[in-house]
């Protein structure tokens, strides 16, 4: 009895020897775990060390990643990622790539932010080169994801700005993820504001206005320098866009338009601060802001062109500039249009005023005049309209009388 447990004590420890060896050629060697010194301190308490149990790592994320994206998404496929998960991370990349080059290789109309309308070759420029790239983007995507990637993906928010330009383009990502918030946060107050003022039947507070534009300045002072905020507000401010409409047909360059700016701003910060009522005192103070203003103005574009920047404040003016955007022309059919008004006012009231006219011979060569203004001025817009890929205006009513 004794020899046969003592044949089995030793078949066991042999098998247990034999599976040993086994497991340590299956299992790779690898570094031995470092021991920290409480550890130490615990075996030399005890006499037992700690089981120490080492877990391979499976993979790194530089593994998977990779600038080849059909093999990307075999790797993603290998470690069994969602195919939901996948489809979410190829468009975000792919649309990270193209919203690169777009900012590279789209002339971007913020860079005429002088203009009041854009140049329609530039524009045609744009368009084409915005849609080709899309139709890359496009095509790219369903070649990579299949047919119908988009279904079921949120409608994508179009930027309220565009950050081009030598100043706005290379900011961080973060500052530019701030600055596009602010802008989207200030557009969407002033959007409520409106429409609770159209709901209640008011006109809206010009005051409340400004003080959300100075909120909203405040803000992204916090993100951008001196120059890049100036540069911003050239581009989107109110006063800008408000500036662009009103210049339209002065054609100013982007210094004259940058000088304009500056004082109106600080025109319009005076006005803000020393808040004039409409009595006699009110308007005084008015008039001797814009007297200093205007002097301060006439220093910097020289006598003549401020001449020509003063006729943009005359209602005939606004008149020839809302006919010639009725019509889709340019801006800078703006002055003749104004031009040949005037011409027309000139010869009516020679009409008027001969005594040598019969009523019936005055009012046949009131309609003469007329008639002939209306062909010059439609030849001036035919000839100054701007092509289909530029922003016109939609058929306004017929060409109001002079």
């Not at 615990?42 to 998977?64: D, H, Y």
């Not at 983007?137 to 949120?154: H, M, Q, S």
């Not at 002072?221 to 401010?237: F, H």
């Not at 003063?310 to 606004?318: C, I, K, S």
């Amino acid at each position: 009895m004794r020899k046969r447990a003592i044949f089995l004590a030793s078949v066991g420890l042999n098998i247990g020897l034999a599976a040993a060896l086994v497991i340590r050629h299956r299992i790779p060697a690898s570094e031995p775990a470092p021991v920290s010194p409480e550890t130490n301190s615990v075996a030399a308490n005890t006499g037992i060390l700690p089981r120490v149990l080492v877990r391979k790592q499976f993979f790194a994320w530089s593994q998977i990643e990779t600038n080849d994206y059909v093999a990307y998404i075999a790797n993603l496929r290998e470690i069994e990622c969602p195919e939901l998960t996948i489809r979410d991370i190829i468009i975000s990349e792919i649309n990270l790539l193209y919203a690169k080059r777009r900012a590279k290789e789209v002339p971007s109309l913020a860079r005429q932010w002088w203009r009041s309308t854009p140049d329609p070759e530039f524009l045609r420029a744009a368009t084409d080169k915005l849609k080709s790239l899309e139709a890359e983007r496009v095509a790219l995507l369903d070649k990579l994801l299949g047919p119908g990637w988009e279904k079921g993906l949120p409608e994508a928010q179009i930027p309220v700005v565009d950050l081009g330009g030598p100043y706005l383009e290379d900011l961080s990502p973060e500052a530019r993820k701030a600055v596009e918030q602010i802008a989207q946060t200030t557009q969407s107050r002033a959007d409520a504001y409106l429409r609770e003022c159209e709901k209640l039947g008011q006109t809206p507070d010009a005051k409340e206005l400004a003080r959300l534009q100075q909120a909203a300045q405040t803000e992204l002072a916090k993100y951008l320098s001196p120059v890049q905020l100036e540069e911003y507000l050239l581009r989107y401010s109110p006063t800008s866009e408000k500036l662009r409409r009103e210049l339209m047909g002065f054609e100013a360059t982007p210094d004259e338009f940058r000088q304009i700016y500056r004082s109106v701003d600080a025109l319009t910060l005076q006005m803000q601060t020393s808040y004039p009522g409409d009595d006699a005192v009110g308007k005084k103070i008015r008039a001797n802001l814009q007297a200093q203003s205007d002097l301060a103005l006439k220093q910097t574009l020289g006598n003549d062109r401020f001449q020509f920047y003063q006729l943009t404040r005359d209602p005939a003016f606004a008149q020839a500039r809302q006919v010639t955007e009725q019509f889709g022309a340019s801006a800078e059919a703006v002055l003749p249009v104004y031009q040949i008004n005037q011409m027309t006012q000139s010869e009516l009231l020679k009409i008027d005023n001969d005594p040598t006219l019969n009523e019936e011979d005055r009012q046949a060569a009131i309609r003469q005049i007329q008639a002939d203004q209306e062909k010059s001025i439609r030849a001036i817009l035919a000839a100054k309209t701007l092509p289909p890929q530029a922003p016109a205006a939609s058929n306004g009513p017929p060409m109001p009388p002079p």
